[in-house]
């Protein structure tokens, strides 16, 4: 109660009144204000590139913020994945998808909700947060390749729908979308292996329904 008035009469300032993020933060429940400082202040000493130092936090003037409030929440729900705190990690990597932000923000989020998912070996939340991905392609796909100079790059979302299919039995759905991803321009160095071995499991199927 009594670090709760303080807070309320506090001079408010730093990264968190920059980004206009004051109201989330002292909504959240104390333990989770604690681990959102808590990985702020370790990416202040782990990232030589991040431009601010713990005490900008929740304290002085900050302008210039290279960040929206998507990115920077995202940013330390990244932090939290690299120190495999994978519960935290996925709730705020959520936090930040609910803010205002860019497709492509989001997908960067997705990207890295995919791999959380396979570190916890939880393949239904990889596939939920995959087909999110996919749904959202359309969106961001312009700016995607805007950024990599006129192609696209390599999408996770896109390998692992595929294997989720061909492991749901789908092989004729998997090849299709095989067929979809190098045909759109996606990088894909697997095409190759990929499609030769969905092409023998659908004549293997083939020859045993025959």
Known sequence: MIGRVFRIFREKGGILKALDLWDWFENLPHKYQKKVKYYYSLKTIKNINFPFKAK???????????YTKRTFLGSLAQQALLEKDFEFAEWLYNEALKMEGTPLEAHMILNDLILL???KRDVEKVKEYVLKDVELYPQYKEELRQRWGGTLPQITAFEIYVYLLEREGKIKEALDMVEWIRKEGITY??????????????????????
């Open 189 to 210: 160095p697997f095409y190759d292996e990929v499609k030769e071995r969905l092409l023998s499991k659908l004549k293997e199927t083939s020859e045993q329904n025959s």
């Open 117 to 119: 998912a396979q570190n």
């Open 56 to 66: 900008h936090f929740d304290t002085g003037e900050v302008g210039n913020v290279p």
